[in-house]
């Protein structure tokens, strides 16, 4: 029975492996799956069609088609085509279908008086063979190009890598290896010396494997990501890799692969990209570990996490990338797990062209082996690597000599390396000539948030040769942190509990000089907590956001702040100032609620609305409601973005029209009305409320792409000879209108 077990699933995975490719353009791909988009994971593949539409699109093995979709948005489109073997091929963007899946379309749309449709169907409705054209290449609905979007579902409605789970495409080349980044997990987490992540280039050998560029100085709990990518012989894009693995010291660590997943899963996107180098535009990391707070979704072996945590000495870690062929990529590199250490300098003497320094180890006996020296101008800005002239080893110390050329008028830092590897904390000396008075210089607090916790840092205006600490003070709170001084004008603590914060209202920078200067800043924070709701309000109190029970996966510090340099407004007028919400490094899992308070004299303006500002896409109309008894416009982000009310008044128009006013046509070859539209801010809503266009006074049952932003209409028939007349309207998201009336003449 066991073997005739073994033998039934193995004929089960060859039969699923037989599906035809649905095209027969060429197997090539501008997206395979799971990439990570803005709205979440690509679940599919998006394969070429030579920049054209219309081209046959086949059924990739037996089946029926079970659903029919038509859409402005989405996959405009589509076709659901049931396999015998109980998954559905799901085909997006197409033009339009065969002759008899279009008249049931046009069915529909004509009994319903709408384009957008959704058709569920029997099983014996519309059957097709492996190989039959079912549909048509196109670029309808959120589609940026001409392209078949495809996906394999399973039963559960959940999608499958077509490129494992069905489809075959040559693939030699190995996936790519750009860059490795650490990320501290705690208050004892240390890369090279610093508790900030670290991102660090890699190169390539002759024989194709990748390479750490050092050994890398680690110590406590921290997380890898990768920038890595897939590349296919005759394309220039980039894909997500299959699947990877960590080895450390010769055993599987942890792995990752993209082989299912859901829509209902696309906002955890999120925490399998890394998300604060995305949020940096530092590029696409694949997190390589799984916190204990973040959403459990297939993608991470579910029995270990990758988070590192080694014991001290040497470790070997090897990173395999590979793709859905089975190339596969390596990345060798070597770890050394100890804490820094502290050291001391004291300068000893100069000569009109040389100074000379003894650094040694605060405490540790074991000796330095090597010295980094940086210059800083006397304002914190980095300047250039010193020239380290000459370096003698005394005791476990060494005495180096420098340029006095290029310490005058400087601050220095130092960075030691010892003979077992280890990194020193930075530490930093000052030409006094030219120090900030500690009494009267202006300090910056700035505060950011990582998956280790909350970091504050002080800046004085101007390089201060003292040491400074913080204190958090509230009614029944007063907690002193000491400060790491990573550059001669930048004091940073070490990751922060968000839940330290609780009850704080005031953070104190302490300058410890020959007299104590105590500078307080106001804490307008609030921590917020998983599976509860928390409101935060903005200093000046106009603007607020409000936390969901699912927003947030763990303790976050959470605030508002007013932007005085932001993104220029080109086509509307700010209304209220820019919010940026924070953190803006933190995913939030799912959405949260904003508002914005508007001043009484826009009572009857009825064009304010809220925008977030998107890196890519500009100010972004955000669906928004008003109350106008409090004068409060609300709405949902999806990220921590900055937001604002923004008045558009500039009314949608019209780019070109075809047929033409006053054209005249002839009776066989206008086949096709095409109208190119726009809008300068709030743009148009994907729905049939934002346009209305009629011939001769008779609704038409028009298509729009909202990325061409076209309006579209086929013929069925040819036009009467005569004169015609088309009117539209188009309506903004801001409920601006524009209405253009045309005749023409068909002959």
Request: aromatic share 10%.
């Amino acid at each position: 029975m066991r073997i005739l077990i073994v033998i039934l699933l193995f004929k089960v995975h060859a039969w699923t492996q037989d599906y035809t490719w649905p095209t027969s353009l060429g197997k090539h791909l501008s997206s395979n799956f799971g990439e990570f988009r803005t709205t979440g994971y690509h679940q599919g593949l998006d394969i070429k069609t030579k920049g054209s539409i219309g081209h046959p699109v086949f059924a990739v093995s037996d089946g029926y088609i079970s659903r029919i979709v038509s859409n402005f948005s989405g996959f405009g489109r589509a076709l659901y085509l049931t396999l015998d073997d109980g998954q559905t091929a799901v085909y997006g963007h197409l033009s339009k279908f065969t002759p008899r899946l279009e008249d049931r379309l046009i069915e529909q749309q004509e009994k319903s008086q709408s384009y957008i449709t959704n058709i569920f169907l029997s099983p014996d409705e519309f059957k097709f063979e492996k190989g039959d054209i079912i549909a048509y290449s196109g670029n309808t609905g959120f589609s940026f190009g001409p392209h078949l979007h495809f996906e394999i579902r399973n039963k559960k409605g959940q999608t499958l890598n077509p490129l494992t789970s069905g489809l075959s495409q040559a693939d030699r080349l190995a996936p790519r290896i750009d860059e490795i980044s650490f990320i501290p997990l705690d208050n004892e987490s240390w890369i090279n010396g610093n508790q900030l992540p670290q991102n660090f280039p890699v190169f390539i050998d002759k024989k194709g494997e990748y390479h750490f560029p050092d050994t890398i100085n680690i110590y406590g709990k921290l997380g890898i990501s990768i920038k890595a990518y897939d590349k296919r012989q005759g394309a220039n894009n980039i894909y997500q890799p299959h699947q990877i693995e960590i080895h450390i010291d010769g055993k599987i660590y942890h792995s990752l692969q993209f082989d299912r997943l859901d829509y209902n899963w696309q906002s955890t996107a999120n925490f399998i990209n890394d998300y604060r180098n995305s949020r940096l535009n530092l590029g696409n990391f694949i997190k390589l570990y799984r916190n204990e707070s973040d959403p459990k979704v297939p993608i991470h072996n579910q029995v270990t996490t990758g988070i590192i945590d080694l014991s001290q000495g040497y470790h070997d870690i090897k990173i395999l990338v590979i793709d859905a062929k089975g190339n596969k990529r390596i990345l060798n590199g070597i770890v050394f797990v100890m804490k820094p250490f502290d050291i001391t300098i004291e300068q000893l003497g100069e000569t009109e062209k040389l100074i000379s320094f003894l650094i040694q180890p605060k405490s540790i006996t074991i000796p330095i082996k090597k010295i980094n020296g940086f210059s800083f101008t006397p304002y914190g800005y980095a300047d250039e690597e010193l020239d380290i002239l000459s370096s003698e080893r005394v005791e476990s110390g060494r005495v180096i000599t420098v340029s006095k050329k290029q310490v005058s008028k400087k601050a220095i830092q130092f960075i030691a390396q010892n003979n077992l590897g280890t990194r020193s904390k930075p530490i930093h000396w000052v030409d006094k000539r030219f120090t900030g008075d500690h009494l009267t210089a202006s300090i910056n607090m700035d505060i950011s948030h990582t998956e280790a916790g909350v970091y504050i840092q002080f800046q004085p205006e101007k390089v201060l040769d003292e040491e400074l600490s913080l204190r958090l003070k509230g009614k029944y709170k007063y907690t002193t942190i000491p400060l790491n001084q990573i550059q001669p004008s930048v004091y940073l603590s070490q990751p922060i509990s968000p839940k330290q914060f609780q009850n704080v209202d005031q953070i104190e920078s302490i300058i410890n000089g020959s007299i104590e200067r105590q500078i307080q800043f106001d804490f307008p924070y609030t921590v917020a907590e998983p599976d509860s709701s928390i409101t935060v309000i903005s200093k000046d109190t106009y603007c607020s956001m409000r936390t969901k029970k699912t927003s947030i996966v763990s303790p976050t510090v959470v605030w508002i702040e007013a932007v005085h340099k932001h993104a220029p407004v080109d086509h509307g007028k700010l209304i209220s100032r820019v919010y940026q919400l924070q953190p803006f490094e933190i995913p939030l899992l799912k959405s949260m609620n904003i508002a914005i308070r508007y001043p009484k004299k826009f009572d009857e303006n009825e064009k304010l609305h809220l925008y977030h500002y998107d890196q890519k896409e500009g100010w972004t109309f955000i669906p928004s409601s008003i109350n106008k008894n409090s004068r409060v416009i609300s709405g949902e982000v999806e990220h921590l973005d900055a937001i604002a009310i923004i008045e558009d008044e500039i009314s949608p128009y019209i780019i070109s029209m075809h047929p033409g006013n006053n054209g005249k046509y002839p009776s066989l070859e206008l086949d096709q009305f095409r109208i190119r539209i726009d809008d300068k801010l709030s743009g148009f809503k994907a729905e049939e409320t934002s346009f209305d266009l009629t011939l001769d006074n008779q609704k038409l049952i028009y298509a729009y792409q909202p990325k061409l932003k076209v309006l579209s209409y086929n013929l069925r028939r040819p036009l009467s000879i005569g004169t015609h007349s088309i009117e539209l309207t188009l309506r903004d998201r801001a409920g601006n209108e524009t209405t253009k009336s045309i005749k023409f003449d068909v002959y």
